[in-house]
């Protein structure tokens, strides 16, 4: 917060009026965590892709076509990893294999199989090695990733292996197949009816052309741009100045 108040002292006072459980990692209460908070909007984007500046009827109709498509697919999957009695989806199982092949060459310190907690080391070739406490019971380790993420770290996974206790007792029931499963099986997209048979609408729209002022040249963008924006930024300059030195060359080739 101090460095939002350095930058800019109104983010700062509005940020102050918002209960910080509601958008902060720290204050949550460990509720949420990682895509649950952070990829919505990129969701929503792969699915709006292609549609913009097109007529509303065509966005909305790429809307539907689109979210349908995707519980469709991805029901199937669920449906599979049932069939399968796979605990997790395929990302979730992945990152915990790899997690857990990380966790065989840590070494661990048990200290009390009643409150679960254990020192974890890992060696690091070429370098001093790190430790890190591990709390079971409060689903913590030193190195925070469990905590963001609600998946076991590596250390995590190396402290459950040596207290011979079930993973599956540790990974949050969000992640599991049964609510992967329900997330697309819950709800369905049913067909929609051709407009001929749609009810007449008891209202009529009507533009306000007023409303639209267009410009003479290209519209100026609002979005905020940030590092990803910067090296195509340098890259379209570099290339214009290049560009223009090349003109200036051949003019005065030609002009000889």
């Known amino acids: 917060m101090r460095q939002i108040d350095g930058l800019c002292r109104g983010a700062h006072e509005y940020l102050r009026r918002i209960d910080v ?19 919505i909007s990129e969701a929503i984007n792969g699915v709006l ?15 539907f076509t689109r979210s349908k498509n995707a519980f469709r697919e991805r029901e199937v999957v669920a449906m599979n990893l049932q069939q399968r009695n796979q605990a997790w989806p395929d990302d979730v199982f992945k990152r915990i294999a790899s997690n857990n092949a990380l966790g065989t060459r840590h070494s661990v310190d048990l200290y009390n199989h009643s409150r679960q907690t254990a020192s974890v080391t890992v060696h690091v070739p070429g370098t001093s090695s790190r ?7 409060e689903r913590a380790c030193d190195c925070g990733q469990w905590r963001l993420s609600g998946i076991p770290c590596s250390h995590a996974l190396a402290v459950i292996r040596q207290y011979v206790l079930d993973i599956t007792l540790y990974v949050p029931e969000c992640y599991s197949t049964i609510e992967y499963a329900l997330t697309y099986t819950s709800g369905f997209f049913a067909p929609l009816a051709d407009v001929e048979y749609w009810d007449e609408p008891n209202f009529q729209l009507r533009h306000n052309p007023g409303r639209r002022i267009r410009r003479r040249g290209r519209d100026v963008t609002t979005r905020i741009h940030n590092e990803m924006d910067w090296p195509q930024t340098r890259a379209r300059q570099q290339y214009q100045a290049q560009d ?5 060359g051949q003019g005065s080739r030609r002009r000889r």
């Open 21 to 39: 459980t509601k958008w902060t990692f720290s204050h949550d209460g460990g509720h949420r965590y990682g895509v649950m908070t952070t990829n």
């Open 49 to 63: 892709k292609g549609t913009r500046r097109l007529p509303i009827t065509a966005i909305v109709s790429a809307t």
């Open 131 to 137: 430790t890190f406490r591990v709390s079971l019971l």
């Open 244 to 248: 223009g030195a090349g003109t200036s």
